[in-house]
């Protein structure tokens, strides 16, 4: 039996799969704990569905993917409006010791996976899903990159891209309260009295309105439109870069212009809609995977994602712990560090959380790290990884 779906039928589907991610994440508490999305956990569920139906020959499913591209090319431009100058510039010394780390990341997971790829016989460009697109770039990126690396031969790239990212985000979560504790043990940290917080300029939003809402979404698409030329110019330097690359730089340009006074950006409003384009995205994504890719590639897959966990330990221990002050923000921003370099923004949210509500507040660390990781790590991943991909080829 054969199930085809059109675009209407294939959206609709995606939000029924969005909203039973939800649930089985309600009743779940280790998803719970290891902040995987509701995305990957309905997108998943759907996919190992399909899998029996195509083993079995009792059913397939086709799918109309036409929006992907589109919903993609929205979530990158969002992440690219948090690349604020001015907000760098509050964060100070540490913003830029932690900007360093955060680029310095990138090229050792990418160094990493595409080195042990190319010991274990496997394409060399796989490595970069099992590196910082999946790592630091989190479920978005790998799946965002998996067609292109296996357009350029990398078979399987985008299931163990989304295999890695899963893996990752439980890995972050569960070596950041050990390092981040045995810091402040050992070191005999502790917050001492009022701090005082580094200001970011991360004020109350106003409440959203209908028109505000539809400004945000408007100025969006014409970044997004902005993006789709300059990736044309940056392609003219002889090094091909992902369509949507272009629309990270643009945004990044709209934010700052607009931090000039010229305009506003309402980032809340920009960030609702990205959740959107990415809840979609990945449920699509997912929906559509090819599991059967991962049979051959587990075990090096494995290895190379434990290197990963302990290489990225080692950094979030003594560099990241060291360069930002050998205090207890610094061992907290160290935990936080794990969840990010190994997973996903809540991951590091959650590993600060904890800690903070066991030794006490870090004002510094849970506004510094998430801003400061996120601005660098949305710039440089891409266009590293876009580097990476044209020496291979």
């Keep these: 039996m ?3 779906f059109d675009l209407i039928q294939t959206l609709a589907l995606a939000v ?4 039973v991610g939800q649930k089985v994440n309600a009743k779940i508490p280790a998803l719970q704990k290891y902040c995987i999305p509701s995305p990957v956990v309905g997108g998943l569920l759907f996919c190992f569905i399909t899998f029996l139906g195509n083993q079995t020959g009792a059913f397939t499913v086709k799918l109309d993917n036409s929006l992907v591209n589109f919903l993609l090319v929205m979530f990158f431009t969002s992440t690219g409006f948090l690349a604020s100058v001015a907000v760098f510039k509050r964060s100070g010394r ?5 900007a360093l780390i955060a680029i310095g990341t990138v090229i050792i997971q990418n160094v990493i996976g595409v080195g042990l790829s190319q010991a274990f016989g496997l394409h060399p460009l796989l490595g970069i899903n099992i590196g910082s697109a999946p790592l630091v770039g989190g479920l978005g990126t790998a799946a965002a990159f998996g067609p292109t690396l ?3 031969g990398a078979t ?3 299931t163990v891209g989304v295999a890695a990212a899963t893996f990752g985000m439980v890995l972050g979560c569960i070596i950041g309260g050990p390092i981040a504790k045995r810091l402040i043990e050992k070191n005999s940290l502790a917050t001492v009295g009022e701090q005082k917080t580094v200001d970011l300029g991360i004020g109350t939003a106003e409440p959203s309105t209908a028109k505000s809402v539809a400004g945000s979404f408007f100025l969006l698409l014409i970044t997004m439109a ?8 940056m392609n003219k330097t002889g090094i091909a870069f992902p369509y949507y690359v272009g629309g990270v730089f643009a945004a990044a340009i709209v934010r700052n212009v607009a931090d000039a006074g010229l305009f506003s950006v309402r980032s809340r409003e920009i ?5 959107v384009a990415l809840g979609l995205f990945l449920a699509l994504s997912l929906m559509t995977l090819r599991i059967w890719e991962l049979l051959n590639l587990a075990v090096p897959m494995l290895v190379i994602l434990a290197v990963q966990t302990i290489v990225l330990g080692i950094v979030a221990y003594y560099v990241v712990f060291r360069a930002l002050g050998k205090d207890y923000e610094s061992a907290v921003m160290s935990s936080g560090y794990c969840g990010v370099g190994l997973g996903q923004m809540p991951n590091a949210v959650a590993n600060m959380a904890t800690l903070i509500q066991r030794y006490g507040p870090a004002p ?3 506004f510094m790290l998430p801003v400061i990781t996120v601005i660098f790590l949305n710039i440089f991943n891409p266009l590293i990884i876009s580097l990476i991909m044209n020496w291979y080829q």
């Design 150 to 152: 296996e357009g350029l």
């Design 16 to 19: 029924v799969v969005l909203f």
């Design 364 to 366: 510094n660390a849970w």
């Design 94 to 98: 540490q913003g830029v010791f932690l």
């Design 226 to 233: 902005l993006g789709s030329y300059l990736v044309l110019l």
């Design 156 to 158: 399987g790239a985008t």
């Design 2 to 4: 054969a199930f085809q």
């Design 271 to 275: 960030d609702g809609i990205a959740n």
